[in-house]
C-alpha cells in the first residue's frame, strides 16, 4: 500500500493489487461540485502527464484505479501520479 494523507478520502491508502498491478481509491465529496471540481483537476493531470485512471463516480465520490500501462509492474510516473491526486482533493475543496 502507498500510504497517502488526504481529506476527502474514505481510506487516506491506495490499494495496491499485483494482478493486475494497480493502484485504487475511493475519494469522497461534500456534493457535486466539489466532485466535478476534483475530476477537471484529474483530467488535466492526466493530459499533462498522459496517465489516464480508470475512473467510476457519482454525486459525492470519485473512484480511481492506475493500471500498469507497460510490464507486470507500476512505474515510478504512475506512482507519483498517484501522490499528485492527492494533492488534488485539497484543491478541489
Known sequence: MIPSE???SDDA???ER????SLSR????AGYGETRDFLDRVAA???ETGIHPDISFGRDYANLS???MEGETL????????Q???ALVDAAG
Open 18 to 21: 499485483d494482478r493486475p498491478a
Open 26 to 29: 475511493r475519494f469522497t465529496f
Open 84 to 86: 499528485t491526486v492527492g
Open 45 to 47: 493531470l492526466s493530459e
Open 75 to 82: 512505474s515510478a510516473a504512475e506512482r507519483d501520479f498517484t
Open 66 to 68: 492506475v493500471n500498469a
Open 13 to 15: 491508502t491506495w490499494t
Open 6 to 8: 488526504c481529506p476527502g
